[in-house]
């Protein structure tokens, strides 16, 4: 089984700082999503990536696909405490409606 | 309601007892998923449905045992549950099998004694 290893497992910042998580795997990517699932609830698509080397924005948040496509990483700039939760990277496999899921990295943001 | 609706939320059962999640999604998809999440570790995809038809079985024990009445609704029943299968049953659903992207319910936090 190829994994999908993701890190930090567990992030504590404080409102404004910067952060960054990553994904890695040693399989190639036909494209990568990252999910946030907050307290409580169920995880919440935020950005599909497809083309190696493709940088996507949304507003504070900035998703980058390696040229590679093995890897990925999350940039949060100035952090607040409404971005507390679990990372989810996900890679779409060949098997029609199976995505493979990394462990999450766990964010805390305190005011 | 909107979305995809989990219910219950929270359930506590005996390893004797046999109980039923529901999920029900309101955005006209016609494949459902059944997830399991354990603390630190990744989601594990249970079932998918199809059409209303169980295209994937992930090796899941017997004692797990879905239902797909229509396109709209999923269930889980359970019964004779080990401890080891506390965790968070999350529901999801997409457009169709060849949709990546997935839909999630709040899940069901599920803690058998």
């Known amino acids: 089984t190829q994994l999908l290893e993701q890190s930090p497992q567990f992030l504590s910042i404080q409102e404004g700082e910067n952060l960054t998580v990553y994904c890695n795997s040693s399989s190639v990517f036909s494209s990568l999503q990252w999910y946030r699932q907050e307290p409580g609830e169920g995880p919440v698509l935020l950005v599909t990536?497809?083309?190696?080397?493709e940088v996507k924005k949304l507003k504070r948040l900035t998703f980058q696909f390696g040229d590679a496509r093995k890897d990925s990483s999350l940039h949060i700039t100035a952090a607040q405490p409404g971005d507390t939760g679990l990372y989810l990277c996900v890679r779409t496999t060949d098997s029609w409606g199976k995505l493979q899921f990394g462990a999450g990295t766990q964010v805390v943001v305190t005011p | 309601e909107t979305g995809v609706t989990q219910t219950p939320r929270h359930l506590v059962m005996g390893m004797t007892n046999k109980k039923s999640l529901k999920c029900e999604q309101h955005?006209?998809?016609?494949?459902m998923y059944w997830y399991k999440q354990s603390a630190k570790k990744p989601l594990e995809l249970m079932f998918v449905?199809?059409?209303?038809?169980?295209?994937e079985n992930n090796s899941v024990p017997s004692r797990f045992s879905p239902e797909c009445p229509n396109s709209s609704h999923l269930f889980l029943h359970l019964h004779t549950l080990q401890p080891e299968d506390s965790a968070l049953y999350l529901c999801?659903?997409?457009?169709?099998?060849?949709?990546?992207?997935?839909?999630f319910g709040p899940g069901t936090r599920l803690t058998v004694l």
């Open positions: 999801a659903s997409s457009q169709d099998r060849e949709t990546d992207t997935q839909y």
């Open positions: 449905y199809n059409f209303k038809e169980q295209t």
């Open positions: 990536v497809v083309t190696g080397g």
């Open positions: 955005l006209g998809h016609n494949a």
